[in-house]
């Protein structure tokens, strides 16, 4: 087989050697608390093998040697062990997903990392699932260098879940990196489409003034922008943020007009006794 994994508590003892003969292996270090590992390993009944686990006070031993040895290891082989601790990936998963699958990037397995995004894709039907793990595929594409599935998969992400602002974000990194910020604009536009049957003007006119901003700071494209920012002043939403975008890319372009409309409308919606301007 291509890829293999072997999980024994004794395999410690043989980063070494693993490192010699499999120089490319992966190697992960889950490490668990103490009392938690030792505790498990004395109530668990080995087949063969663990002559530690029988008495408290040699699991004990055994786990203090494993740590030491743990750490001479980070000495001679710096980086090449990734280590996870079991409470982190219980309290904090995505962010230790994250890290593990940087480390397999690093160590040239990210097209594993694809296969098996794709097969848990296949097997998860739910919005929920499909975001995220399209997410996780665009990250996965983005650190391989392959900016243009990168960004697919993101605005696959956040059209399958476009509750998910952070998403968004993301996707536009990537445009903007990749110089595809019209292809983002469009695709955001497209959900706004959708959304617009589900009646959700906020989040509407928050996807519509990001995707103003991307044209307006990226794209270069100043009228498309301000044609994104007078539909979010339709919609009737974010009026203050609506108003000042349009006033200040009018004023990019030299639309004098737009200019002091959209100032005269900020002033009305303030309240205040300026006077309008001429």
């Known amino acids: 087989t291509a890829r293999f ?13 693993i490192h010699l003969i499999l120089p490319n292996a992966a190697i992960i270090d889950a490490r668990r608390h103490p009392l938690g590992c030792c505790f498990s390993c004395f109530k668990q009944h080995f087949a063969r093998g663990q002559w530690f686990s029988y008495g408290l006070e040699d699991i004990g031993r055994y786990y203090r040697d494993y740590v030491e040895l743990m750490a001479h290891v980070d ?41 098996v995004l794709n097969k848990r894709l296949a097997t998860n039907p739910e919005p929920a699932s499909q975001a995220r793990l399209l997410a996780d595929m665009g990250e996965a594409l983005d650190g391989l260098g392959r900016g243009g599935e990168a960004l697919d998969a993101m605005i696959k992400a956040f059209s399958a879940m476009p509750s998910r602002v952070d ?25 706004v489409d959708r959304l617009r049957r589900k009646d959700d003007p906020p989040l509407i006119a928050n996807l519509l003034m990001k995707a103003g901003e991307a044209l307006e700071q990226e794209g270069g494209d100043l009228k498309g922008a301000a044609n994104l920012y007078r539909r979010v002043e339709i919609l ?26 959209t100032l005269d ?4 919606l303030a309240g205040t006794d300026a006077e309008p301007t001429p």
Not at 92 to 101: C, M, Q, W
Not at 167 to 186: F, H, M, Q, S
């Open 265 to 268: 409308k900020m002033f009305e």
């Open 167 to 191: 998403l968004y974000e993301k996707a536009r990194e990537i445009a903007k990196r990749t110089g595809a910020t019209k292809k983002y604009v469009e695709s955001v536009e497209s959900v």
């Open 236 to 261: 009737g939403e974010r009026l203050a943020e609506a108003f000042y975008a349009q006033a200040r890319v009018a004023a990019a372009i030299g639309d004098t007009a737009e200019q002091a409309r």
């Open 5 to 17: 994994i072997d999980k024994m508590p004794n395999n410690c003892m043989y980063v070494g050697l």
């Open 75 to 115: 000495e001679v082989l710096p980086g090449k062990v990734t280590r996870v601790f079991y409470e982190n990936v219980v309290d904090e998963t995505d962010a230790e997903v994250r890290r593990l699958r940087r480390s397999l990037l690093a160590h040239g397995d990210g097209e594993r990392l694809l296969e």
